[in-house]
């Protein structure tokens, strides 16, 4: 376990490194730069700015100033937001990203759990058919409706929630952005969960544990449960990496400060090194976040077994 | 996890957010906290590297310029309390009020030229510097031509007193200096913290207003400073800016109570707002002008008989009453009325001939430059992706589709429009202008043929050009508005723009909100407001 640790952290970082590679280069063949503007710029404060910030220098050099700051941990200045380095804006906005993300996580997973059970446990029942019926619509309804509906429903007619904002992330401001967020996520888990313990309900060792005689409790708890975990828990990866990378909707709608936001925004005003240090950061932790999992199947899943 | 315990977790959970609720309903006390929301995120608080209304509206609370706005934003005296203009109109003279920054450190004459010497300095590589080239040697300096920033025609005679010359007459020279561009900063924390310095902790103004703490994405908190001279008439005690790029969003925050002043909502919900909220919406009009700019430079547009053609066809009345529906004026000239107080935009006499006959008259126009229904006028309308902007771009093509001319719609996000504007790789393309100060020069000078990028249309006329340069020699203010009236008629007539409308602001604006007052500016100072009831 310890080599597949090491094994995995050591193909990491060139696999960061050619990601920053391509990252860097293709960004660079976007039309516009970042000081293209309503008001254009007189071609001598134009020059003076690229003279500044060194973008009148080949691409070549660019891009070795560039690594060469990142092996410092330095990721550079950003163009747009003047006062802040892409380091502070990241120390900032990631904060603020992953407690929306992560709280989402854990939404998303214990009532999607709980909801898949339930419904398994009352198969084809009333129960089921509500369940089931709520999880389709939370996966048709996309975030960017669902967002604003429960700033409208709960924000601004009933006022029970403040509608937007941070709050200096305060439980009030993010209970509706966590639910965007979580609820399709929900949705998702709990059909997850649903299929897989319908069909542990009918495997060979439920069967013998039942036929043992053991309690109900037991049998599910113990036994089918456990199976019905591993399909949630590799869903679990994917899902982490989309909730902490993926809120960008829900971030701009709720006026988030997190990194999401930064992304697009970035991408949009061509603020080169801000999309460069919020790649790198989504990269390391799309790379963390499966290690993580294959950890966690191992531990699960006889089955599979890390050596 | 047994029943009971969970239970019990969920319950400690549910008492804990009714705390947190409790706490936040709790902070509410007797302090006047305005809350505004602006358009975006600043790119910077140093007054030096700013170029957004949604900058300047922190900026502006923070720093006090030689001259400063009312609340109805004309320019009144600021850190000068009196000044003199030489004869000529060349040499200004002002004399400071005593005031001083934020820290205690009075402000001085000294300071003012550290400022204007930094803001032109090449290195430091303000966005905005042209706007000070009225300034002698300022755009000498600003290009690198001469090198020592000394010689910036700025000079302190004595600590309360400042002398600027000028290149020519300016006669917008006083309001230029409410800008931002024009703001002191404070040298003695400059040379202490260097970029930082505009880091909450460090920062220090000569406004109404210091900054205290700046979130990215966020928000930035300014709280009134003690050591502003007009202090005892500042109500409000705390500012909070919310930078917000999603207009629905911050919308529904101001509907919720959550935001007393937002600056520009969204145009699709003005019909909702008009009849939800009459009292909270304020339109009014702005220094603006939104047009088409032909490319002059290459065929067919450098033909000005066709540019004419395309200029009539266009029904700027529908798509003010149609489309856009938020009041804005339709435009046939390129400043907005009352620019600089009573100007009276160029009005040409097709504008008030019947649309169908404009129509016939420019399929004529059409017919003649040799296209026909076997031959027709291809062209591109370039926009910036907007949805106001595309309802614009497809009404104008449905409208030039009656003259015969195949008109192809290319949008493109803004950034890559206006690299294609500023290479000239365009036929007709859809621009806008926001004036940086009250004066219809401010609109003029993007057809003159010296502005280079900024004249997108590549637009060059002598007598225009002419015209321009002397409406700078004279201090005469009937003098100088007749010579750029004539100058308008001269760009119109050519059809260098086809102008579509006129600005205007939108703004909700609290009930509560007293002392916010519509001007065409469309500049708010915080310390003429207060919150009341």
Same mark, same amino acid.
């Given at each position: ?307 | 996890?047994?029943?009971?315990? =969970? !239970?019990?977790? +969920? ?7 009714? @705390?947190? &609720? ?5 902070? $509410? ?43 109805d934003a004309t ?40 400022? =204007? !010497?930094?803001? +032109? ?7 905005? @510097?042209? &706007? ?5 040697? $300022? ?33 917008f020279?006083?309001e ?107 339109i009014y009009p702005k220094l603006g002008t939104y047009y ?24 700027r009345e529908?798509?003010m ?5 938020t009041g804005e004026v339709p435009a046939y000239g390129v400043a907005p009325p009352e620019t600089g107080g009573d100007w009276q935009p160029y009005r040409p006499?097709?504008a008030d ?79 806008g202008w926001i004036a940086?100060y009250n004066d219809p020069q401010n609109f003029l ?32 203010r009937a003098?100088r508005f007749a010579?750029m009236q004539q100058a308008e008629r001269?760009a119109i007539?050519?059809?260098?723009w086809?102008p579509i409308f006129y600005y205007v602001s ?12 519509d001007n065409v500016k469309h ?11």
């Amino acid at each position: 376990m310890g080599r597949l640790v090491l094994r995995r952290l050591a193909t990491a970082i060139p696999t960061l490194f050619v990601i920053v590679t391509l990252s860097f280069f293709m960004m660079r063949l976007a039309p516009g730069g970042p000081f293209d503007q309503e008001r254009p710029l007189p071609p001598p404060i134009l020059a003076n700015i690229e003279r500044v910030y060194h973008l009148d220098e080949s691409l070549w050099r660019q891009y070795l100033r560039y690594v060469g700051g990142l092996l410092r941990l330095d990721f550079g200045p950003s163009y747009r937001t003047k006062d802040f380095t892409v380091g502070e804006l990241l120390l900032q906005g990631a904060p603020a990203s992953l407690k929306v993300g992560g709280l989402a996580v854990i939404v998303a997973t214990v009532l999607g759990l709980a909801a898949g059970i339930t419904a398994a446990l009352r198969q084809n029942s009333w129960v089921d058919y509500l369940t089931m019926s709520g999880a389709m619509l939370g996966i048709a309804i996309p975030n960017f409706v669902m967002a604003p509906l429960l700033s409208l429903v709960f924000g601004v007619l009933l006022g029970w929630l403040p509608a937007g904002g941070w709050g200096g992330g305060a439980l009030p401001f993010i209970v509706l952005p966590v639910l965007a967020l979580a609820l399709p996520q929900v949705a998702r888990v709990a059909r997850l969960v649903r299929g897989a313990m319908i069909e542990q309900l009918h495997a060979n060792h439920v069967r013998t544990a039942r036929a043992k005689g053991l309690h109900e409790r037991i049998v599910i708890g113990r036994h089918a449960l456990r199976g019905a975990l591993l399909p949630v828990v590799s869903y679990l990866g994917p899902m982490t990496a989309a909730l902490l990378t993926g809120s960008v909707v829900v971030e701009t709608i709720f006026s988030i400060p997190g990194i999401g936001r930064y992304f697009v925004q970035a991408a949009l005003n061509r603020d080169y090194t801000v999309v460069m240090g919020v790649v790198i950061v989504y990269a390391a932790l799309i790379i963390v976040l499966n290690l993580i999992v294959d950890l966690i199947y191992g531990l699960l899943d006889p089955k599979v077994r890390h050596d | 996890m047994p029943r009971n315990t =969970l !239970r019990v977790v +969920l319950r400690r959970l549910a008492l804990c957010g009714v @705390a947190a &609720l409790g706490l936040a309903a709790g902070t $509410a006390h007797a302090e006047m906290v305005l809350r505004i929301a602006t358009m975006g995120e600043p790119k910077t608080l140093d007054p030096h590297g700013v170029s957004g209304t949604w900058e300047n509206y922190i900026v502006g609370d923070a720093f006090l310029g030689l001259l400063t706005e009312a609340a109805d934003a004309t320019p009144i005296p600021g850190a000068a309390e009196s000044w003199t203009i030489s004869d000529d109109g060349l040499v200004y003279t002002f004399k400071l009020r005593p005031h001083t920054w934020s820290d205690g450190t009075p402000v001085t004459a000294e300071d003012f030229v550290f400022s =204007l !010497r930094r803001i +032109l300095d090449p290195a430091t590589g303000a966005e905005y @510097a042209s &706007l000070l080239y009225p300034i002698k040697n $300022a755009e000498q300096i600003n290009s690198g031509a001469i090198s020592d920033t000394s010689e910036l025609g700025v000079r302190a005679i004595d600590p309360q007193t400042l002398e600027i010359t000028l290149v020519g007459p300016t006669p917008f020279f006083l309001e230029l200096l409410t800008h931002y561009t024009a703001f002191p900063v404070p040298r003695h924390v400059i040379e202490r913290h260097g970029s930082e310095w505009v880091k909450p902790g460090n920062f220090v103004g000569n406004g109404a207003y210091t900054v205290v703490e700046w979130t990215p994405n966020a928000q930035v908190v300014s709280i009134k400073n003690p050591a502003f001279y007009d202090a005892d008439n500042v109500k409000i005690d705390k500012v909070v800016y919310y930078p917000d790029e999603d207009r629905g969003a911050v919308t529904k925050r101001f509907r919720a109570g959550e935001i007393d002043l937002q600056d520009e909502f969204a145009s699709a919900d003005v019909e909702f707002l008009k009849q939800e909220l009459p009292a909270e919406t304020r339109i009014y009009p702005k220094l603006g002008t939104y047009y088409y700019v032909f490319n002059q430079t290459r065929p067919p547009f450098d033909n000005p008989s066709l540019r004419r053609a395309l200029s009539m066809a266009i029904d700027r009345e529908a798509i003010m009453e149609k489309l856009i529906k938020t009041g804005e004026v339709p435009a046939y000239g390129v400043a907005p009325p009352e620019t600089g107080g009573d100007w009276q935009p160029y009005r040409p006499a097709w504008a008030d001939r019947p649309y169908a006959e404009r129509v016939e008259e420019a399929k004529a126009l059409v017919a003649a430059a040799g296209h026909g229904p076997d031959n027709p006028l291809q062209v591109e309308i370039s926009y910036n992706t907007s949805e106001d902007h595309k309802r614009i771009a497809v009404a104008i093509q449905s409208m030039w589709k009656a003259l015969g001319v195949q008109a192809e719609l290319v949008n493109r996000e803004i950034k890559v429009h206006y690299d294609t504007l500023r290479q000239r790789d365009f036929q007709v393309a859809r621009a806008g202008w926001i004036a940086d100060y009250n004066d219809p020069q401010n609109f003029l000078y993007l057809l003159e043929t010296r502005s280079g990028p900024q004249n997108y249309g590549g637009y060059s006329n002598p007598e225009f050009d002419r015209l321009m340069v002397e409406q700078g020699q004279t201090n005469d203010r009937a003098e100088r508005f007749a010579m750029m009236q004539q100058a308008e008629r001269i760009a119109i007539d050519d059809d260098a723009w086809a102008p579509i409308f006129y600005y205007v602001s939108r703004s909700l604006v609290s009930q509560k909100l007293k002392g916010y007052a519509d001007n065409v500016k469309h500049i708010h100072r915080a310390r003429w407001m207060s919150i009341e009831g």
